[in-house]
């Protein structure tokens, strides 16, 4: 009798924990739909008027008056510095001796009228989306080989990028013949700053996240008369990406991308991070992922706690360091371009001047951040952290939703964290493509244009391939 017993209570315990995994399984990690819903949005200011949106295409060119320079140049003659802690390099952030020389080279030797020209060399144009006005570059190829049709394809920056981010890149993809690819395939780009960024209106009520930003950008690619296009994307522009995929898969072709955001990690995480450095082949890992990831803690984890912090201030309270930076143009470009020192390259704290000539000018460098003030634009791109990271973020509809669009994934080996394939395709279901690249960070279009479109055109050449 005690043993028919025991056999029913173990019956009965292994029945407890199926119904148990099976429903962690369903709360954690069950997929409940392949898109999320499209809806509907309002980010002008007061109550949405019964009218639809100003649909109209308008041209736009980026302008400043000589007061707002002259007003830059107070300020920059009026910067107070501190004094750098001895030999501390840039593990304190920004070392202020360099700024110093940083700040000189602005005020005396930059030039924004040439800077300005270069930057309306492409065509700008804005229209209206969900009650706010949102800006675009939209550049079409000088002329296309007999019987080929350019291939739209958008492109989106995060912070503390901008459009401008893809102007290294942009030729090479309209017009290949003339940039070293001989018959490949020609791109119509389209590259929009992100609502709040740059030129496109800053949203007016609370709640403009990512999923919004992917709705926006899919009107606008409708707008524009394309059905079906591909996407690419880092930093906020691959969450973005990965949302116009998930949202609307019948126009979305494919999306590639050089970050790779997953916020939520599936049984085999934990152990193939446990068993990856020891048993590689066992969980998947490559040789590569390994010295990328390992040692776990000390390579991964404590990197990425020294780099977030930023993160956390502007998930929580960005308006007031906005406050400051909108205010300094000084300290707008210190905070800036410490992320252009460390995302291209950790290694380079340990430099006096951040290492940032070596991937970049200053040239480059302050026409970024120049976009930031005289569109006085830091505050409201902030805030897109707190959108995004203000709510639980492994309960948002995308991250139970995986992506089924073709996917490319080039893994740069400077980026701030290491992704690998076997954890990618636990979000991505459909990868196509994946790249261990050779040299690059964060930055990828802007630091290596050359290898992210060649990555690019492989990825489109074998979509198109496998149909």
Same mark, same amino acid.
């Given at each position: 009798?005690?043993?028919?017993?025991?056999?029913?209570?173990?019956?009965?315990l292994l029945i407890f924990t199926v119904a148990v995994g099976i429903l962690l399984y369903y709360f954690f990690f069950h997929e409940n739909s392949k898109?999320?819903?499209?809806?509907?949005?309002?980010?002008?200011?007061?109550?949405?008027?019964?009218?639809?949106?100003?649909?109209?295409?308008?041209? #736009?060119?980026?302008?400043?008056?000589?007061?707002?320079?002259?007003? +830059?140049?107070? /300020? !920059?003659?009026?910067? @107070? *510095?501190?004094?750098?802690?001895?030999?501390?390099?840039?593990?304190?952030g920004f070392n202020s001796s360099y700024l110093r020389k940083v700040v000189s080279y602005w005020r005396k030797d930059y030039n924004w009228k040439k800077?300005?020209?270069?930057?309306?060399?492409?065509?700008?144009?804005?229209?209206?989306?969900?009650?706010?006005?949102?800006?675009?570059?939209?550049?079409?190829?000088?002329?296309?080989?007999?019987?080929?049709?350019?291939?739209?394809?958008?492109?989106?920056?995060?912070?503390?990028?901008?459009?401008?981010?893809?102007?290294?890149?942009?030729?090479?993809?309209?017009?290949?013949?003339?940039?070293?690819?001989?018959?490949?395939?020609?791109?119509?780009?389209?590259?929009?700053?992100?609502?709040?960024?740059?030129?496109?209106?800053?949203?007016?009520?609370?709640? #403009?996240?990512?999923?919004?930003?992917?709705?926006?950008?899919?009107? +606008?690619?409708? /707008? !524009?008369?394309?059905? @079906? *296009?591909?996407?690419?994307?880092?930093?906020?522009?691959?969450?973005?990406?990965?949302?116009?995929?998930?949202?609307?898969?019948?126009?979305?072709?494919?999306?590639?991308?050089?970050?790779?955001?997953?916020?939520?990690?599936?049984?085999?995480?934990?152990?193939?991070?446990?068993?990856?450095?020891?048993?590689?082949?066992?969980?998947?890992?490559?040789?590569?992922?390994?010295?990328?990831?390992?040692?776990?803690?000390?390579?991964?984890?404590?990197?990425?706690?020294?780099?977030?912090?930023?993160?956390?201030?502007?998930?929580?309270?960005?308006?007031?360091?906005?406050?400051?930076?909108?205010?300094?143009?000084?300290?707008?470009?210190?905070?800036?371009?410490?992320?252009?020192?460390?995302?291209?390259?950790?290694?380079?704290?340990?430099?006096?001047?951040?290492?940032?000539?070596?991937?970049?000018?200053?040239?480059?460098?302050?026409?970024?951040?120049?976009?930031?003030?005289?569109?006085?634009?830091?505050?409201?791109?902030?805030?897109?952290?707190?959108?995004?990271?203000?709510?639980?973020?492994?309960?948002?509809?995308?991250?139970?939703?995986?992506?089924y669009v073709p996917t490319g994934l080039a893994a740069f080996p400077n980026e701030l964290v290491h992704v690998p394939l076997v954890w990618a395709r636990?979000?991505?279901?459909?990868?196509?493509?994946?790249?261990?690249?050779?040299?690059?960070?964060?930055?990828?279009?802007?630091?290596?244009?050359?290898?992210?479109?060649?990555?690019?055109?492989?990825?489109?050449?074998?979509?198109?391939?496998?149909?």
């Amino acid at each position: 009798m005690r043993r028919h017993l025991g056999k029913y209570s173990i019956m009965l315990l292994l029945i407890f924990t199926v119904a148990v995994g099976i429903l962690l399984y369903y709360f954690f990690f069950h997929e409940n739909s392949k898109t999320i819903p499209e809806g509907d949005g309002w980010w002008g200011a007061g109550e949405r008027q019964d009218i639809q949106d100003d649909e109209t295409i308008r041209p #736009f060119t980026i302008e400043t008056s000589e007061e707002m320079i002259q007003d +830059l140049h107070y /300020r !920059l003659d009026h910067t @107070r *510095f501190t004094p750098p802690l001895e030999d501390s390099r840039f593990h304190y952030g920004f070392n202020s001796s360099y700024l110093r020389k940083v700040v000189s080279y602005w005020r005396k030797d930059y030039n924004w009228k040439k800077q300005l020209e270069f930057l309306n060399q492409f065509p700008h144009f804005r229209t209206r989306i969900e009650g706010i006005d949102i800006h675009f570059v939209h550049v079409k190829p000088p002329h296309l080989p007999q019987g080929q049709t350019a291939i739209p394809l958008m492109m989106i920056h995060g912070w503390p990028g901008s459009f401008y981010e893809f102007y290294k890149i942009i030729p090479q993809l309209i017009d290949p013949a003339n940039h070293g690819w001989s018959q490949q395939e020609t791109f119509e780009v389209i590259c929009p700053s992100i609502p709040g960024y740059g030129f496109s209106e800053a949203p007016c009520k609370i709640g #403009f996240d990512s999923i919004a930003a992917a709705r926006v950008f899919c009107k +606008l690619m409708r /707008r !524009l008369g394309f059905d @079906r *296009f591909y996407v690419q994307g880092g930093d906020w522009g691959s969450l973005i990406a990965t949302n116009m995929a998930q949202m609307k898969p019948e126009n979305v072709k494919g999306i590639h991308l050089n970050f790779f955001p997953i916020s939520r990690m599936g049984l085999k995480t934990l152990p193939s991070l446990l068993l990856g450095q020891y048993a590689p082949s066992l969980v998947g890992f490559t040789q590569t992922d390994i010295e990328r990831m390992y040692p776990f803690v000390e390579k991964t984890v404590y990197d990425l706690l020294k780099e977030s912090g930023y993160m956390h201030i502007q998930g929580t309270k960005p308006d007031s360091p906005g406050c400051a930076l909108n205010d300094s143009p000084v300290g707008l470009a210190a905070y800036i371009l410490e992320k252009y020192s460390t995302w291209t390259n950790k290694d380079f704290r340990e430099l006096e001047d951040g290492g940032l000539t070596r991937k970049f000018s200053l040239d480059e460098l302050l026409t970024n951040v120049m976009i930031y003030w005289v569109s006085g634009s830091i505050t409201s791109s902030m805030r897109l952290y707190k959108e995004n990271l203000g709510i639980n973020f492994r309960n948002r509809v995308d991250a139970k939703i995986g992506v089924y669009v073709p996917t490319g994934l080039a893994a740069f080996p400077n980026e701030l964290v290491h992704v690998p394939l076997v954890w990618a395709r636990q979000k991505y279901k459909k990868i196509v493509t994946f790249s261990y690249m050779s040299r690059g960070g964060h930055f990828a279009a802007f630091e290596e244009p050359y290898l992210l479109a060649e990555d690019l055109r492989n990825f489109v050449q074998t979509v198109k391939k496998n149909g």
